[in-house]
């Protein structure tokens, strides 16, 4: 129990160093994700000078996280479908539109979100 105990910063720093790999690979090979990055950061620049409580601020903020965390599950989906089929499937790209369904699902979510917090006093 105590080894298990003692291994947890090690376990921490490798699962954030794996993180912080996946997350950079994203940013350098998806479109998508370069996108949504800049969007995020208009998104709070914006949110600084809106006058709403600190509770819409972060429910909007935390609802748009919802879409680049779709992209990047969308986005390994699509590593794996590329790599197990490189040729056309009729499956694999039915995987891949299943992904990219998901991804519009959150953008729609995020509006949704959007127009909520304007109407909510």
Not at 99 to 107: E, M, N, P, R, T
């Amino acid at each position: 129990m105590l080894k298990a105990l003692a291994n947890i910063p090690r376990r921490a720093r490798n699962a954030m160093r794996f993180s912080l790999s996946g997350l950079a690979s994203a940013f350098s090979k998806e479109e998508a994700v370069k996108l949504e990055t800049i969007a995020l950061a208009l998104l709070v620049a914006i949110l600084f000078f809106v006058p709403w409580p600190l509770w819409k601020k972060v429910a909007l903020t935390a609802g748009y996280l919802l879409v680049p965390f779709t992209e990047l599950l969308n986005s390994a989906i699509e590593d794996i479908c590329d790599l197990v089929s490189p040729e056309y499937n009729k499956k694999v790209k039915t995987a891949k539109d299943k992904g990219s369904a998901a991804v519009l699902i959150a953008i729609v979510l995020n509006f949704l979100i959007l127009a909520a917090l304007i109407k909510a006093p």
